[in-house]
């Protein structure tokens, strides 16, 4: 019997969507609110020069993603998983906060049999490298790209920055529950 594989983006996807914001709104002076984020780009959201907003992320991403908050039952979830499904973390993030991811992991008690910081937000190499079944993922480009490629499920995660059309094989979940019940009923059948 073959062990499904999951690929799971980590930024907004097992971390809240909302986590950037509180930062950007000290840092910037601003009041944005998730409903405000209509793309994924955040300086679309805001008048911001983008190499201004560059500069500050990377002098800031460290302890963003320290204080990321959690989804709500993603640790549950994620947890349950363990035992029946191998959990490959594929992140946009860069080699340069592996520290602070894996202590982040460790804070949160989250297992994992991977965890993988490629530095880019594509993602198909490393998800074909690895063989995973299935995808979760917040950023509409890159679920569509990775089902069209490599033909496994994607589930994406609802935000008001991913509302664009999607093929059959994304699959839009609004939180982890969702997300469980569709992967129990889906991958079921490979645990028999």
Known sequence: MVIARFGIDIDG???CPTSLLPHINSAFNCN?????IKEYDLTKAFSVDEKEFYEW?????????????????????LSAWKDKYELYFISARGENVRDVTLNWFKEQELLYDHIELIGTHNKIETARKHGVHAFFEDKHD???EIHEELDIPVILFNTPYNQQPAPKGVI???NWIEANEWIE???ALQRT
């Open 13 to 15: 996807t097992v971390t």
């Open 32 to 36: 944005l609110q998730l409903e405000d």
């Open 57 to 77: 992320f990377k002098k800031t991403e460290s302890t963003i993603y320290a204080s990321s908050p959690i989804q709500s039952d993603a640790h549950a979830v």
């Open 142 to 144: 890159n679920a569509v």
């Open 172 to 174: 839009r979940v609004n």
């Open 185 to 187: 009923k889906e991958f």
